[in-house]
């Protein structure tokens, strides 16, 4: 409740631009205002009325164990992505602003808003995210930690790996500052920022937090969580050609699903392993997963790109051009439908017009597009592909030169890669 106090003066004080002398001028003293402000005492009714007044706002605490309770629902349901308990508590609170707007919960509730329109909707979030940045001076621990947790999912979002992984490790640091369920807070932290780490192709971080999460979800049976830490680890094997190690977990976290019944974990599982046959070049396989993926996406009210992306990508590299376009026209019917992120978007574009028909503009959606995107979000792995269907683009069209210039290209990214993936896979193997 001090901190809360403290917060509140401070937020409006700044927001004035007033000054602590200016402030604390005729009521206290400018060190006494400080420790307010910094929760270091908690000053009577009177003093908290003198300064409010001055500020221009009413103080008032009766409505505010409920309104701590409202938040803590919130807050709880936030964490475990149980959208309509979310958006019911998030109603009950944005229809009682006005009794929050003095309150020390103002900047939680606002830094919180930004993981709920990740959720809700991600153009509003971009708004969220950047009037959080204005105030970000006003952040105190406790505030900073939560800021940091969403930042990195804002950047997780949009596909920035590294910018994501980056907040989540700096969130760490003020871990022991989060208010409510410290143990679940500390070991979904380290979840994602395996995740992250994993994304952005830092694979011994990954295996690190990763594993840490998992040892603590196996000890405390919580099944779907641990199936969620053994499809990442499969996924950070995959991408070091570990397909052994990644295939066990993969079967494991499919498993676990099965056991659970839970549908989307198990699309998860079957398309992770798909895209390890995909890998293995093994198409047959691959689609058998890719095409179980799609029937549960279908059966779990799921509303995603990739599984059909990867029936596309598939049937294409099979020479399959009919089988191709008809799961290109499905993934055109789903536009109409969902939200697209940009990157799946992208290879869309691109593949209608490898099946369909490539127009003159190809060249352009690539080189003034998709490449820009991908290199301002360091992914690599996509960056390769695009770059020798570009030169196969090139190729086709006679233009031996450009072509041999995009596959040497591509060729060195890929080298470059495969060589740093060879390092980090010595180091994870002895891990094991």
């Keep these: 409740m001090i901190q809360h106090i403290g917060n509140t003066i401070k937020y409006y004080r700044l927001k004035l631009n007033m000054t602590q002398s200016e402030l604390a001028k005729g009521i206290i003293s400018v060190s006494y205002l400080s420790k307010i402000e910094n929760g270091y005492v908690e000053p009577s009714r009177e003093i908290v009325e ?40 998030f109603k009950q609170i944005e229809d009682n602003m006005s009794l929050i707007a003095n309150n020390g919960l103002l900047n939680l509730i ?10 809700k909707d991600k153009n509003k979030a971009k708004e969220q995210y950047n009037k959080l940045k204005e105030i970000l001076n006003l952040f105190n621990e406790r505030e900073m930690y939560y800021w940091l947790k969403f930042s990195g999912y804002y950047y997780l979002t949009n596909f920035f790996y590294l910018k994501s992984l980056n907040n989540f490790l700096a969130a760490e640091n003020y871990l022991e500052h989060s208010f409510y369920m410290e143990f679940e807070e500390k070991y979904h932290l380290h979840y994602m920022i395996g995740l992250s780490a994993s994304f952005a192709k830092k694979s011994h971080l990954a295996f690190e937090y990763t594993r840490k999460a998992l040892d603590h979800y196996q000890k405390d049976y919580k099944l779907k969580e ?9 996924y950070t094997f995959l991408q070091m050609n570990g397909f052994k190690q990644a295939l066990k977990n ?13 549908k989307k974990l198990l699309m998860k599982s079957v ?14 396989e691959a689609l058998e997963y890719y095409l179980k993926s799609y029937e549960l996406q279908a059966s779990s009210n799921t509303k995603t790109l990739v599984p059909i992306l990867s029936l596309i990508k598939e049937h294409y590299k099979k020479h399959d051009i009919a089988k191709a376009k008809k ?13 697209v992120e940009t990157i799946y978007l992208y290879e869309l574009k691109v593949y209608e017009q490898l099946i369909k028909g490539i127009k003159l503009s190809f ?20 960056k390769i592909i695009m770059l020798q269907l570009l030169a196969d683009y090139y190729f ?3 233009k031996y030169k450009l072509a041999a210039s995009y596959y040497n290209y591509a060729l060195q990214i890929k080298n470059k890669l495969e060589m740093d993936r060879d390092n980090i896979y010595e180091i994870v193997s002895h891990m094991e």
């Design 363 to 382: 060249d352009k959606l690539i080189l003034h597009e998709i490449i820009p995107f991908l290199d301002e979000r360091k992914l690599y792995d996509k």
């Design 327 to 339: 799961w290109l026209e499905k993934g055109i019917e789903l536009l109409a439908e969902a939200q």
């Design 396 to 398: 086709d069209n006679r």
């Design 50 to 89: 003198l300064l409010c007044k001055k500020l221009n706002i009413i103080w008032s605490d009766k409505e505010d164990k409920q309104i701590f309770e409202w938040c803590n629902k919130w807050f709880k349901a936030l964490f475990h992505k149980n959208i309509q308990e979310t958006c019911t508590h």
């Design 250 to 262: 993969y079967q494991t976290a499919k498993k676990i699903a099965n056991h659970i019944n839970n």
């Design 271 to 284: 398309q992770r392993i798909g895209d390890l046959y995909s890998k293995l070049n093994k198409p047959q």
């Design 226 to 234: 641990a199936a969620k830490c053994h499809i990442l680890l499969g």
């Design 110 to 119: 606002e830094i919180h808003k930004l993981r709920y329109l990740l959720l």
